[in-house]
């Protein structure tokens, strides 16, 4: 097998892998709507996920970044989910917290249009236009990838993974190691560290999953969490 056939053959797995993070949090939004309201689960994960769906979509367009395809669809899908989830939570907030997801989404609208303005304008060549918009897919994957680290802290503090979902961490290790796989081939600067970045905080959840799990009263109500989604 030949390189490029291995590298589509990697993508087509991330694709799935991806697909598979991106809808993990279904049942949240089957809670969401069965309730009629959004309890104390928060949106932030998913507008963010929107915005860095948003800059990687642009990044694999030929224009920016030649021959991403399979990044391209990868992100397609995610954004379009994301997008459900958001109409969801627009549906059943309260009037102060549609506000704050309208304000937070217009932001990131025009972030958008600023970066392929500015992209289009001012860089001409594929090497320029891959640098600065992989330095902003690099930032936001990044943070994406650390968002967990507040339920990792929470873990620590309380000595329980009840609600850190351990198909959540699995299935961000398994993106995390797929796609960096795919960023060597060839080498994308861009692609490959916040993705090895999300691999080494995955192993730490499931480090932290092994070793707190004994420790875990999975009887113990403490209300409803919000979730962390990463992507």
């Known amino acids: 097998m030949d390189e490029e056939a291995l590298r589509t053959l990697v993508g087509i797995l991330g694709n799935i892998i991806a697909l598979i993070l991106f809808l993990l949090p279904v049942p949240t939004f089957t809670k969401i709507m ?19 769906c948003a800059m990687w979509m642009f990044y694999s367009l030929p224009i920016v970044h030649p021959d991403s395809v399979l990044l391209f669809t990868v992100n397609c899908a995610g954004f379009a989910i994301e997008v459900v989830f958001i109409i969801i939570f627009l549906a059943y907030s309260t009037w102060s917290g549609r506000k704050k997801i309208i304000i937070v ?11 392929v303005v500015v992209t289009l304008m001012c860089f001409h060549t594929y090497a320029s236009r891959s640098m600065i918009v992989g330095m902003n897919c690099l930032v936001f994957n990044t943070l994406m990838y ?4 507040t339920v990792m802290k929470m873990v620590i503090k309380t000595k329980s993974v009840k609600y850190m979902p351990l198909a959540l ?6 993106c995390g190691i797929v796609w960096s796989l795919y960023a060597l081939m060839p080498f994308d600067l861009y692609l490959f560290v916040p993705n090895a970045l999300g ?33």
Not at 146 to 149: H, K
Request: hydrophobic content about 45%.
């Open 34 to 52: 069965k309730a009629k309201l959004v309890q104390a689960f928060r949106p932030d994960p998913y507008v963010a996920t929107i915005l860095n």
């Open 105 to 115: 989404l217009i932001i990131e609208a025009v972030f958008t249009a600023v970066v």
């Open 146 to 149: 650390a968002s967990p680290l």
């Open 169 to 174: 961490s699995l299935a961000s290790f398994a």
């Open 199 to 231: 691999t080494l905080s995955a192993v730490v959840q499931l480090t932290l999953y092994a070793t707190y799990y004994g420790t875990t009263n999975w009887d113990e109500d403490d209300g409803e969490k919000g979730e962390v989604q990463m992507s």
